[in-house]
């Protein structure tokens, strides 16, 4: 099983990017994607899962970012939008088969970097 992660960067207060997760020998059909972050000297947080019927997002990203996935292509996304400097972590992808909105199931991705300039 494997999940890669992609498109984190640097970009400037107010940008915008788009984080991608494209899994392998698993399916995405069923159970629960999501995104967590993990900024330095943090733990890592939620920031929204999916589970096919139902989304969970942080209060901190609320309205500016937004899950979703692609089933077909075992493949989810997060659009982020009005990027804030402490939304500067490391991004990790993750899937469960349950349907948990506030846990994160046993797959990770290897981390994408976002980090956003004042």
């Known amino acids: 099983v494997q999940l890669q992660a992609s498109g984190g960067g640097q970009v400037q207060a107010g940008g915008s990017l788009r984080l991608s997760c494209v899994a392998s020998g698993i399916s995405f059909l069923f159970g629960t994607v999501g995104w967590y972050r993990q900024a330095p000297g943090k733990e890592r947080e939620l920031v929204a899962t999916?589970?096919?019927?139902?989304?969970n997002y942080a209060d901190s990203v609320q309205g500016r970012v937004t899950i979703s996935r692609d089933n077909a292509k075992n493949a989810v996304f997060l659009q982020m939008n009005s990027l804030k400097p402490e939304d500067t972590a490391v991004y990790f992808c993750?899937?469960?088969?349950?349907?948990?909105?506030?846990?994160?199931?046993?797959?990770w991705g290897q981390g994408t970097q976002v980090t956003v300039s004042s």
């Open positions: 993750n899937y469960g088969s349950g349907r948990r909105l506030t846990e994160p199931g046993p797959y």
């Open positions: 999916n589970t096919g019927g139902s989304t």
